[in-house]
């Protein structure tokens, strides 16, 4: 199955974001991940939606939120027509003997210390999905205490 990546502008109404995914969940549709936030008008908010399927499902889902009364674009980003982020921070280390290994591996990959704990350390990070995943995977032997990413978000080119 392919990962996709949609661009859903819609009214900025209560509920809406509720009835999208209402929508993916009575049609049996997996959202991997999604964010929503207000746009430069305030009347629309931009929901990035990260779905898996094939092409008929990809489909069927765009006919289907361009049914909703509140939904005013549906916009498919691919990896050539769109710049994709992701945020994540993330709780890691076990005492004194992991902070400098911590640190190299933030500084490799640029990531910010943005708290700094008796036994641990707080990482935030912004970049491609894959970045993300990379970064998590080099710090998971100093000991993930806890971990939030954020999901895609995603603007079309040009």
Request: glycine share 8%; aromatic share 4%; proline share 2%.
């Amino acid at each position: 199955m392919e990962k996709h990546v949609l661009s859903v502008l819609a009214v900025n109404n209560s509920g809406v974001i509720g009835r999208v995914a209402g929508l993916f969940s009575r049609r049996g549709y997996s959202i991997q991940s999604i964010s929503a936030a207000q746009t430069e008008n305030p009347d629309i908010s931009r929901m990035t939606i990260v779905v898996e399927g094939n092409e008929d499902t990809l489909e069927q889902i765009d006919k289907q939120l361009s049914k909703l009364v509140d939904v005013r674009e549906v916009i498919l980003l691919s990896e050539n027509n769109s710049v994709r982020r992701e945020h994540v921070l993330v709780k890691a280390g076990n005492g004194e003997e992991t902070r400098n290994g911590l640190i190299e591996v933030a500084n490799l990959f640029k990531a910010k210390v943005v708290d700094v704990g008796m036994d641990n350390l707080m990482l935030e990070l912004t970049g491609e999905p894959r970045t993300i995943s990379a970064f998590i995977r080099l710090i998971e032997p100093y000991g993930i205490k806890n971990l939030v990413r954020t999901g895609i978000s995603a603007l079309e080119r040009g």
